[in-house]
Each structure stands twice: as C-alpha cells, then as structure tokens.
Nanobody
Framework: QVQFVESGGDLVQPGGSLRLSCAASQRTFSIYAMGWYRQAPGNQRELVASITSVGRTYYADSVKGRFTISRDNAKNTVYLHMNSLKPEDTAVYYC????????WGQGTQVTVSS
C-alpha cells in the first residue's frame, strides 16, 4: 500500500512562503489524483488543493491564488507551493489520494505567526 512522508513545514511570518513536499513509497502513485489536506486545532481535516494524474488542479477558495500544487511522477513526489501565508493557514498539512483512501502520514506543521 502506498505510504506518504510529508516535509517542508516551518514557522514563517505572515506574507512568507513555503514549499511542502510529499514523497510516495510506490511508483503506482502516478496514477492517482493527489491532494494536500490540512487540519488546524479544533477543526476537521480539509482538502486545500488537488491534482489529477494528468495535471488538472483544484483549489479551495481560501487558498486560491496563493497556493500552487504540482507533481513530479518521476520522483513520486507532490509539492505545495504556498505564498502570501496568513495566520489562518497555520495547521498540520498532509497529503493523500483524492479521495483519501490511503493511510495518513505524520504530516508537517506549518505555523504562520509574527
């Protein structure tokens, strides 16, 4: 079964940028639509961006115009480029398929604060 390892989270100031990475354990990852999800304390996990196997993307309204999802199937990796970060983007970020049918990884913490 595919497993994911997320990385790249950090503490950044409002307006800053980060790039998150998600490494998949199997090459079959390339056939799946993939998504980045986030969960803030006290909130449910939500899908913020997704990308199909052929590169079609979706963004939640809250991140549209600021986040960009991409994938490199040769490296079994999905990325989330985050710009103009806001305090409300603070959360643990996870990747998974869309729908989220695989085991969840540990996620990576993004904290936006001055």
């Amino acid at each position: 079964q595919v497993q994911f390892v997320e990385s790249g989270g950090d503490l950044v100031q409002p307006g800053g940028s980060l790039r998150l990475s998600c490494a998949a354990s199997q090459r079959t990852f390339s056939i799946y639509a993939m998504g980045w999800y986030r969960q803030a304390p006290g909130n449910q996990r939500e899908l913020v961006a997704s990308i199909t196997s052929v590169g079609r993307t979706y963004y939640a309204d809250s991140v549209k115009g600021r986040f960009t999802i991409s994938r490199d199937n040769a490296k079994n990796t999905v990325y989330l480029h985050m710009n103009s970060l806001k305090p409300e983007d603070t959360a643990v970020y996870y990747c998974n398929g869309v729908p989220s049918g695989f085991p969840w990884g540990q996620g990576t913490q993004v904290t936006v604060s001055s």
